[in-house]
């Protein structure tokens, strides 16, 4: 028997309405077509599913059973298919992003807070992991990442301004190294070397007019969390390279001294990332657009 569960949407009409006309006017189509496919379902069938007269629609035994069966499943189907639609029209349901830490943490979370705040339906879910995770085969929604390691298949959006690093040190660890004036006298100090979940050491970069530097520093001390880097560099344990926003709090109780500031110059900064979204939830629209207008 081939039939299709979308052959006994004529049938859940006519039975609904009991008439064949009012069934046909809410498919939008003819008395005639919707006769037609009652019709086929009973040859299909081999079973008489109502009965007609010229005035009236009625259903058979077979029909009342069918009907009796067919119609919570039906039902349950077009709340479904209303609750879909609700993610379609509505700012509802969970959004997920990954996001490396000091992403999350100094451009994402000041923004999804006041998302939130807009949008209080909305969950939002943020997994933070410096690991260059596939957002979509993780079922991430969307993902933040410095702009050199987004693939270039993804849509990407800035998150604020460009960063600026600070090269930092503790003034007991000054008292005992005379400070770097360039960036190459880096090379003679004891500097806390940062590395990628990856593997790969991050090289501190310098800027000044056209002059572009970087130095691949040494020392004994390596870390993958720029949270230690600078714990490390607060205790004396040589030069750290980290965001300023970390430093900065640091640099102004005179805990630490910023050092080539000259050098320094503004870097490409963190973006959230995602695929292409062609039936993205409403709520995801809402976080792009906000995100947009807020950066």
Known sequence: MNVKISDFEPFIAVATFRSFRLAA????????????????????????????TTRSVSLTDAG???????SPLFNHAMD????????????IGTLRINAVRLGGRYRLAPLVAGFNKDYPDVRVEII???????????EY?????????????MISIPLGQPVRYAVVASPEYLQTHTSPKQPQ??????CIQFRYPGGRSYQWQFGRDNERIEINVKGMLEVNDLDVALSLALNGAGISYVLYEMAEPHIHSRKLVSL??????????????YSNRKYA?????????????HH
């Not at 933070?128 to 993780?138: A, G, P, R, T």
């Not at 006298?185 to 004891?190: I, K, Q």
């Not at 080539?260 to 990332?273: I, N, R």
């Open 185 to 190: 006298d880096l090379l003679n100090h004891s």
């Open 64 to 70: 009342h059973k069918l009907f009796e069966s067919l």
């Open 260 to 273: 080539l500031e000259d050098w320094l110059t503004d870097l490409p900064g963190f973006y959230l990332y």
């Open 141 to 153: 929604d969307a993902g933040v990442r410095l702009s050199d390691i987004i693939e270039k298949d």
């Open 281 to 293: 939830s409403a709520a995801f629209q809402a976080f792009v657009e906000y995100i947009k207008n």
């Open 25 to 52: 006017e809410a498919a939008g189509v003819t008395s005639s077509a919707m006769s037609h496919s009652i019709r086929q379902l009973e040859e299909r069938l081999k079973v008489r599913l109502f009965n007609r």
């Open 80 to 91: 479904a298919i209303e609750a879909i639609n609700d993610y379609r029209a509505t700012p």
């Open 128 to 138: 933070q992991d410096d690991n260059l995770v596939d957002i979509v085969s993780s």
